[in-house]
């Protein structure tokens, strides 16, 4: 009974992985078609988004049915909860993904990036990518290493943000307010993927030190201690 559980817990770190994975994938052919007012590859990323929601609703039957059957205790059950917390922060970014997919769907055939933007937004797309693939290996391992390289790369979006602003809030006076509205949207897409993927960061934390004390401070206590923070081995649950 005990190892039929174990499975059960070690299902949910699978299906938040796969949706962190497909979330990964989603930005990347967002941020392409943004960028190269590529409209049938926006409504691919459109398309997809069923299947992370359809994983997210999967989650969390699988969750409630573990709470009815097992009444999980102690350490199992902030797995559990953990993981239904976990699952709506990654269905949410699958949603930005879509927003900017929408938004280059709107401008098109027109490009929603101006020239002297291109690089900024590049870039953003990048640090997206980068952060939810990191997210996936950290739900996988709990390596809280990730989770600071996490908090680290959350910065760097945050200074892409400020740039796009800056630029709206500079130079000619003129800047249409579709752009403004566009990009300011945009930024914000972006920098709220970002945040959404530290919120599960903090959540693999909390479950590894059972604290929800200053995330970077908790991080830096766990990965200097070799008997809390530990990799995963394949088959480990959640």
């Known amino acids: 009974m005990r190892e039929q559980f174990q499975e059960e817990l070690s299902l949910l770190g699978e299906n938040l992985v796969a949706m962190a994975q497909l979330a990964e994938s989603a930005v ?7 960028l190269d007012a590529d409209r049938e590859l926006a409504e691919t990323v459109i398309a997809a988004d069923e299947r992370i929601d359809e994983l997210q609703q999967q989650l ?19 797995v559990v909860v953990t993981a239904l917390r976990m699952g709506l922060d990654l269905e949410r970014m699958g949603d930005l993904a879509r927003h900017v997919a929408k938004l280059a769907r709107l401008r098109h055939p027109a490009s929603v990036v101006p020239e002297e933007m291109r690089d900024t937004v590049l870039r953003m797309g990048e640090v997206a990518q980068r952060i939810v ?4 290996e950290l739900i996988a391992t709990r390596d809280l290493a990730l989770a600071e390289q996490l908090e680290i790369d959350d910065d760097e979006m945050d200074r892409l943000h400020r740039d796009v602003f800056a630029y709206l809030l500079t130079g000619e006076e003129s800047r249409a307010a579709e752009l403004a509205v566009d990009l300011t949207l945009l930024g914000r897409y972006y920098e709220r993927f970002a945040d959404h993927a530290v919120s599960v ?31 995963v081995e394949p088959g480990r649950p959640l």
């Open 28 to 34: 990347t052919r967002a941020t392409r078609a943004l």
């Open 60 to 78: 969390e039957q699988r969750c409630l049915q573990i709470l009815a059957r097992q009444q999980p205790v102690a350490t199992d059950l902030r």
């Open 133 to 136: 693939a990191k997210t996936a």
């Open 201 to 231: 960061a903090r959540r693999v934390a909390f479950l590894v030190t059972g604290s929800y004390e200053d995330h970077r401070a908790a991080t830096r206590a766990a990965t200097a201690s070799t008997a809390t923070a530990r990799v």
